[in-house]
């Protein structure tokens, strides 16, 4: 397992992270119980097996399978005996934590969930919401502080000073170590880091974006902006939710995978399943499964900090973490760049070369 700096901080985080959004849910309804829901002995081999290959960096939020996701890692690193202070330890706010009735509720447990639904004040990065989230958090995690605390999108009724100052608080009263943001646009973290950087206040250090083989479109604006501040990019779905697995094909894929009940992220078909001839091919001339490919190819970007990993099993996190020890030849990446090409976009497309003095 290869450690990289976290933002512009010390701390050394793993490629791989483990991602604990497929922890629980069997009970909760709703999109839970289709994105993974493994019970407590399941998740424990997943963070089992993780944490004996090296990996320290484990990612969950509030909203997983309700609470649910937080509190079997929380127990997850008790019963397991892990060492806190190894850890890194991340999860998130902003997203309203659904209900659902159980089978056979009565009227009354039905309105219940609907009021309980509707609430104000439950959702959202206004200061109030983040002071009772993070403490919510700690309390399923059973941990006095989480290492990285993450936006979880943006939020259009909080203004940004409200969400940082909230933020920088938590740092200081030694709840959370670090801060970062998921699905923001380059505009908005740089107006955020603006922000922090004009009040003092902790910066973001690591934006957590989707990206793929097949989704690359952090690439025209994020990735830049990541390189420029020294932001860690933290990818989600490296394998756009198994398409790039390979056990999809034009005819279809498996009745029982998660893209048939959950179709996100989105991927354009024509062009995916282009990737994935090529991805095959790769794989073939290798000797190695599909993923290990696609994830090979995410891991040698620049930009790229680590690799959120989803498993339902141990034998398919110990193949995905095989890809840490897969280098792609020159002549392979330039393949899989060449298919999988963003189409060029104004204003990035180079004018004349881009020198100011050449254009008139």
Known sequence: MRYK????TGMLVSEICLGAMTFGGAGRGGIWANLGSLDQGQSEGLVKTAFEAGVNFIDTADIYSNGESEEILGRAIRNLGLPREELVIATKVNGRMTHFARPGASPAEIAEVARRNTARNINGLSRKHIMDAIDGSLRRLGLDHVDLYQIHSFDPLTPLDETLEALDSLV?????RYIGFSNLPAWR???????SERKALARFECGQMYYSIGGREIEREVAPLALEEQLSIIAWSPLAAGFFTGKYTRDGGPNDARR??????????????AILDVLKAVAAERGVPVPTVALAWALAKPW?????????????LRSNLE???LALSPEETARLEAVSALAPEYPSIPLRGGRADEIG
């Open 189 to 195: 973290t740089a107006k955020a880091l603006g922000i």
């Open 323 to 325: 890809a840490v020890s």
């Open 5 to 8: 700096k976290l933002g512009r």
């Open 304 to 316: 790229l900090t680590s690799l959120i990993l989803g498993a339902k099993t141990t034998d398919q």
């Open 172 to 176: 200081k009263a030694g709840k959370v």
């Open 260 to 273: 048939t009940a959950f179709d996100f992220p989105p991927v354009n078909l024509d062009r995916g399943f």
